[in-house]
């Protein structure tokens, strides 16, 4: 299984390995041109696409999930590499500017609480790229390689995983139109079949890789009502009310008129 560490140095290693990563990382340069002064994270098995970064990025680290295991690099100098939890990240929240998913997804069994976790790290702006096998690709349809094995992803499903998650997808790009195989023809002639297929065979590409960035809602102001006095409700009193009291009244009236004396009426 190329869930292993040990696979999947071995494969970068290997001679279609060298193609791969060479192809994928032209990709993600022309996403990411510039990270100066960036801090840089790469998850799941990603170091092989780091490199360009380490002498541009302010920080570059990288983790690897523990059931994957870990390897150390870059073999020149000091580790930069940590064994983690894919869902328990040993980062504080949003100190990663930019994050590279590679081989994370496809192997993932804890894909929600692992997009919450680069999610939280990831600063405000922040960019997430994820590298996954195509679901119609020959990659996937191979065990050979390290993209023949998990789960691959259509780009609409890609999609939809990114944006359940808080973020919105914002490039897309594919890489490896070439047959996943030994042949020094196809290796020699890598680059210029991937130009042909990223013009004519978008469907068939080898990985989906899309850029998203980090969505953050925005939160509406509260307004502070001050309490108010309320006054004692006044007892609303029928309209017919007051006809009655003038009917009660009338009686009285017309029998006190009775009583008084014409003064030109002698008794």
Avoid: C
């Avoid at 022309?30 to 490199?51: H, M």
């Avoid at 930019?98 to 919450?116: A, D, I, N, Y």
């Amino acid at each position: 299984m190329y869930n292993d560490v040990v696979d999947l140095r071995e494969f970068y290693e290997s001679s279609l390995g060298q193609v791969v990563r060479r192809l994928v990382r032209r990709r993600l340069r022309e996403l990411w041109p510039d990270v100066s002064g960036q801090r840089v994270l790469g998850i799941g098995y990603a170091t092989p696409f780091l490199r360009p970064f380490l002498t541009e990025a302010e920080r570059v680290m990288a983790v690897m999930p523990a059931a994957q295991g870990v390897v150390f690099w870059p073999p020149e100098g000091p580790g930069l590499v940590t064994l983690g939890e894919e869902s328990e990240l040993p980062f504080p929240n949003m100190s990663v500017d930019r994050v590279l998913l590679v081989h994370g997804l496809e192997f993932t069994e804890h894909l929600k609480p692992m997009m919450q976790e680069i999610w939280r790290v990831l600063a405000g702006g922040g960019r997430l790229i994820a590298v996954v096998p195509n679901r119609r690709g020959i990659w996937a349809r191979t065990d050979r390689t390290p993209f023949g094995h998990g789960s691959p992803f259509s780009t609409g499903q890609l999609r939809r995983v990114l944006r359940a998650n808080l973020f919105v997808p914002e490039r897309e790009t594919s890489a490896l139109f070439m047959p996943p195989v030994k042949s020094r023809f196809f290796m020699a002639s890598a680059g210029a079949v991937e130009n042909l297929g990223a013009r004519w065979f978008k469907a068939f590409a080898g990985v989906q890789i899309v850029e998203a960035s980090k969505q953050i809602y925005a939160t509406t102001a509260t307004r502070v009502v001050e309490p108010r006095r309320r006054l004692a409700p006044s007892v609303a009193q029928p309209a017919f009310s007051g006809l009655a009291a003038e009917r009660r009244l009338l009686p009285r009236l017309a029998a006190s008129s009775r009583m008084i004396v014409d003064p030109e009426t002698k008794p």
